[in-house]
């Protein structure tokens, strides 16, 4: 059956169905031995020989959906030039298994690995707002106001950082924070918790949306349930914390006009005054700058600049830029 081939690598585990399509513009998906770049292409995995980076792909008879307790010192990747010990080797080798998103190197706990690319943007990507919980050791015993600020947000090196939920586990010397957030930025709960005074010396992911790593120790792994699956792509937003979120401001409300004839009525420039009378511009304040133009207003309603100049008059016996000041008068020496 012919299908689109970004929708047959990401079943293959090679990447989204975005990121399918990258890999399609860099040229280096090649279907029966010819270079394939434009998106919307067709093929028959059954039939096709479909190869990325000279590696032909094989789509799984089943998706395979893995959590795994990350020990401390592994590497979230499926081959490090490096040499070190990967994830890989942690669980059974499936044809397209990969991980869903990343943890550093000194974290430890819940990832989840996966064949299925469809499924891994989904929980992944900021915009469904999967939760995801972490418990982070920290120097010294945050405040409420803290805690406060977390929730509020802090910007670190341009970057809007903010925690869905925090909370005191426990609390002596340091203390262990419950932090829940849905982004999953790099390095986002260190640099979040640095911000704020409160370095992490130790921190592990335990719950991804409504999959925990209860019952496994370090290095062990499962197979998700049906309805571990369903949850993850069902997954809500995670509940904002009660009393920290910033109140919001009271807007002072805009005065209703007054009728004409009321106290403390005003007419609007050019508009008749209760006697019939045409009421006047209203004057700049004394701090107005001298530079800026200045308008009037006609009998007729309409606006025209004055001139500048203290030698026009827009009105005899005015002057539109002030009243004058006598010269100063020269100071006279004293008398010895």
Not at 75 to 92: K, S
């Amino acid at each position: 059956m012919q299908e689109r081939l970004q929708k047959i690598l990401a079943r293959a585990g090679v990447a989204s169905r975005r990121g399918a399509e990258q890999v399609m513009a860099e040229g280096r998906v090649m279907v029966n031995g010819v270079t394939v770049r434009e998106l919307g292409s067709k093929a028959d995995i059954t039939t096709d020989d479909v190869r990325v980076d000279g590696v032909r792909i094989r789509v799984p008879d089943r998706p395979v959906y893995l959590v795994l307790n990350k020990p401390k010192g592994t590497v979230t990747t499926r081959h490090d030039p490096e040499g070190r010990a990967t994830v890989m080797g942690l669980v059974p080798s499936v044809a397209g298994l990969f991980p869903v998103g990343r943890l550093d190197v000194t974290t430890e706990g819940l990832l989840i690995l996966t064949n299925d690319g469809a499924f891994a943007e989904r929980v992944s990507h900021p915009r469904y707002e999967v939760p995801r919980v972490y418990e982070a050791k920290v120097h010294r015993v945050p405040d409420a106001e803290t805690l406060a600020r977390l929730h509020r947000g802090v910007r670190v090196e341009g970057e809007r950082l903010v925690a869905d939920r925090v909370r005191v586990l426990e609390a002596g010397n340091n203390a262990w924070l419950e932090v829940t957030l849905h982004e999953g930025k790099r390095h986002e709960v260190k640099r979040l918790l640095e911000a704020v005074g409160h370095p992490v010396s130790k921190l592990r992911r335990v719950a991804f949306g409504p999959v925990t790593i209860r019952g496994l120790e370090p290095g062990q792994f499962r197979e998700l349930s049906p309805q571990e699956v369903k949850g993850l792509l069902e997954a809500r937003p995670a509940p904002r914390a009660e009393g920290l979120s910033r109140p919001a401001i009271p807007r002072r409300p805009r005065p209703r006009p007054r009728p004409p004839g009321a106290k403390g009525h005003r007419p609007a420039p050019g508009a008749p005054g209760p006697e019939g009378k045409t009421a006047h511009p209203r004057r700049p304040h004394a701090g107005a700058r001298r530079d800026q133009p200045r308008t009037r207003t006609d009998q007729a309603g309409a606006r025209a600049e004055l001139p500048r100049t203290r030698g026009d008059r827009s009105r005899p016996g005015r002057d539109p830029l002030g009243p004058r000041r006598p010269p100063a008068r020269p100071r006279r020496n004293p008398r010895h």
